[in-house]
């Protein structure tokens, strides 16, 4: 097995690299689901289908290899806080790019969030916790026969990966899948060892440090690559140790700890990957169990992906790590997890489907978990069990909630309008994202209706991009609404 395909976006810069794609806006209706395409295209075995458009594109760029097709140039990094700044998850962009827009960042920089974990960076703890390794990945999967990583390795081979903290090493056995299914995206140890130093080098050192351990003949990707295509495990054993040597140098000299307590904020890219390790670890082992869903019902799956929801979180509401996030109808938690190590904040989600409450359970164990191993700080996470219509902790913090998301695409006319009168209880300027409005097209205020909860919300229509959303890959809208009293206020005075 080659592993060429990685050592593309690693040689010449320092800075990993990425396309540049133009941004095509186009005006679509959301697909209507079907039970067919509700659970992530039911054939994938990972719940984001970015991921399965890595290992296409993977092959794609080893195709290219071989017959010298040329690729579009990549451009550097321009910085922490430019949110397309950062490589695609296993340079997975080289097909034709779909149309997505670019990552925004907030107007503002959030300067009470911290993202250091101060805990996790302790030398006083043993950093020793429960989380799911790598190598215990092979073990969970009973769907996917793994095989060592390249002929020639012993069975069983197994190496300890420092990351940015000082907590303990994440154990891998270097193995892959036996059959590389394009609908599936099975673990496969050495990349996934490869995208956490490419993540730990873009995102934890300064540009002096990036320079050595990305450097494109001895930095540690490239190294490694060589390594896996030479087949030599002893090689391979070494950089890793090299590696662990080194990252705990930089740590050790407080240089880590500068770097994030700079920044006021969490990379999209970033937190993708620490959701995608926490899925994968957790989620993607019992991803069937969400395809046992009552179709013609409220109970249908479908995920908000990560790059769609940093879009949401950052311009559609610039949410900050003071306020609260809420998730009605938060599925394996995703939104919630991303909300609170992205932004910071209060992150609050609501499930009422068992299989998927007890995935979110378990998600959010380890994501706290990886959490801790990256070094990061998120806000409080509060996950809630049964019928967010109906449930006292959400009653309770409605109230207090900056911006509340409903993936109302599957609810049925009767839930939308429950929650409509739910809304009632929100203060004043509360963010509502829905991917169906709430008010009726041409829907105006009148004596008739006045008392109509229609009547609080100003409503305003945008547009997401192909590969947002988790049973389409076309394009569609969504509503960002605003509670405001004062359109009834006005009214009244008028008609006094």
Known sequence: MSFNFLLKSSSNKSHPLQIRKEVVTTKASVAPRSSSSVVARQGEKRPWPKQTKERSSISSEILSKKHNVSRKRRTPSQGPVDFGSDESEADGDLDPPRKKPKQQKSDTVDTNRNVR???????????????????????LDKSTKY?????????????????PSASQKERYLLVRPKSVRTENNDFNAIEDIIHVMRKVIEHYLPESEQSVFNHESSGFPQRLIRAANHQSENDIKEIILDWNTALSRSRADGIISKVL???????????????????ARTVSLGVKSLREYENGTDNVYGELLPRFVSDILHKDTMMKSDQVFVDLGSGVGNVVFQAALEIGCES????????????????????????????????????ERGDFLV?????????????????????????NERLTSLFLDLKEGCLIVSLKSFVPAGHKISARNLNSPFNILEVEQKEYYSDCVSWTDAPGTYFVSRKDMRKIRAFSVRNT
């Open 261 to 279: 307590d700079e920044r006021h904020c969490v990379h999209p890219k970033l937190v993708e990957r620490i959701l995608s390790q926490s899925s």
């Open 117 to 139: 974990s101060s805990i996790a960076f302790s030398e006083d703890c043993d950093g020793v916790f429960t989380m799911v390794h790598a190598a215990d990945i092979p073990l």
């Open 348 to 383: 609050w989600g609501c499930e009422m489907m068992k299989n998927a409450c007890d995935l979110a359970a378990r998600q959010q164990t380890e994501f706290e978990a990886r959490c801790r191993l990256w070094g990061l700080a998120s806000g409080q996470i509060h996950l």
């Open 391 to 415: 449930n006292a902790a959400i009653a309770k913090v409605l109230p207090r909630a900056d911006v509340v998301l409903v993936n109302n695409q599957a609810f049925t006319p009767q839930l």
């Open 147 to 163: 095989i060592p990583s390249f002929d020639g390795l012993s069975e069983g081979t197994e190496v300890s990966l420092q990351y």
